[in-house]
């Protein structure tokens, strides 16, 4: 029988699973969960009650979707869109040294946290913006965008496509409504420019419950006219209000950054 692996205090344990999707780079992952044990949660990017299931429900569920993307070689570019706790773009960082990862998130403390974390794990394939989506649609490009999001699919897609490549897609990590959400929504994202999309599984071999993705793929070309009048972008803001505990309140830093992004 296989056992998991104790971890510190307050860390939870690391499953075997872990080592079939880091290989080598398990260490870095191990130290990655010890972070979000930590600070991940005293900063409110992840809820307190997550703190036991942050290897199967948000690491692990993440780094699996590494599986999309081929490998192309190094410094094939994936730009992560509302990054918040580094999920998935760190997750995807430390499974896949050969990928280049941009994490997109709107306020300073959370990039500050971010850059925080990859300098504690060392890691040398990652640049952080502190910019919404549409700040950076005239400024990086790449063949791939990743978004771990409730947001509708239309409205991710609105945020995000202008930021792929021509035939470039979008990985949206969805729940088990994805494939209701697309035949609701195909229509409205043919028009935006999307040209294939399905939805896909992911680890369902290693995880109690594989991660959907709905894959968004557009053509040679798009009309980026379509975009400029969209209202700004919150991508991971709904996510991480799910992660938090219900009827709790952030206080502090947490209580400004709320106040400023108020119009």
Known sequence: MVHESPGPVGVPATP???????????????????????????????????????????????AVVHEAIPRAGAGQRVIDVGSGAGLPGLALAIARPDLELHLVEPLARRTGWLSGAVA???LDNVVVHTSRAEGLWDRVRAPWVTARAVSRIVQLAE???????????????????????????RTALSRLGVVDAAVEEFGASLLPEATVVLRLTIGDELDRRRF????????????????????????????SDRQRRQP
């Open 120 to 122: 504690q794990l060392g």
């Open 228 to 255: 400029r009048s969209r209202p700004p972008s919150s991508a991971g803001s709904a996510r991480r209000r799910a992660d938090r505990p219900r009827g709790s309140r952030r206080t502090g830093t947490g209580a």
């Open 16 to 62: 075997p699973a872990a080592r079939a999707v880091f290989g080598e780079r398990l260490e870095l992952a191990e130290q990655f969960v010890a972070i979000l044990s930590d600070t991940g949660i005293s900063h409110g990017l992840i809820g307190p009650r997550e703190a036991s299931r942050l290897w199967d429900r948000h690491v692990l569920n993440c």
């Open 159 to 185: 945020w995000t496509l202008p930021l792929l490549e021509a035939r470039g897609s979008l990985l949206a990590l969805k729940g088990g409504r994805a494939t209701q959400e697309l035949a609701e929504s």
